[in-house]
Nanobody, 124 residues
Framework: QVQLVESGGGLVQPGGSLRLSCAAS????????IGWFRQAPGKEREGVSC????????YYADSVKGRFTISRDNAKNTVYLQMISLKPEDTAVYYC?????????????????WGQGTQVTVSS
């Protein structure tokens, strides 16, 4: 049973930073992709970033390039999303998801497993 558990969300002022974690367990296939998505109230879920297990290649949405960094710790089966220079428009519930054999920027419906989400609020 694949499980994904996000943590690290919270309330931060504009310009601040947060680091989200996604701890994954229960998967057996070697090649997978872990992605971060976010969903603000009244909006569709959108892709933020993803990283592949094979070559570690990464993808970022244009809206977060230069501000967010995705990384992984294979020993801990954990993927991180370091977020800096946060803006009010980054406010959303952030989810991590796992899929197999996906390309960069794959849409949410192509991912197989999802975490419960963690709230990020950027406000003064």
């Amino acid at each position: 049973q694949v499980q994904l558990v996000e943590s690290g969300g919270g309330l931060v002022q504009p310009g601040g930073s947060l680091r989200l974690s996604c701890a994954a367990s229960g998967f057996t296939l070697d090649y997978y992709v872990i992605g971060w998505f976010r969903q603000a109230p009244g909006k569709e879920r959108e892709g933020v970033s993803c990283i592949s297990s094979g070559d570690g290649s990464t993808y970022y949405a244009d809206s977060v390039k230069g501000r967010f960094t995705i990384s992984r710790d294979n020993a801990k089966n954990t993927v991180y999303l370091q977020m800096i220079s946060l803006k009010p428009e980054d406010t959303a519930v952030y989810y991590c998801a796992l899929g197999y054999g996906l390309g960069p920027g794959a849409p949410p419906h192509e991912y197989d497993y999802w975490g419960q989400g963690t709230q990020v609020t950027v406000s003064s």
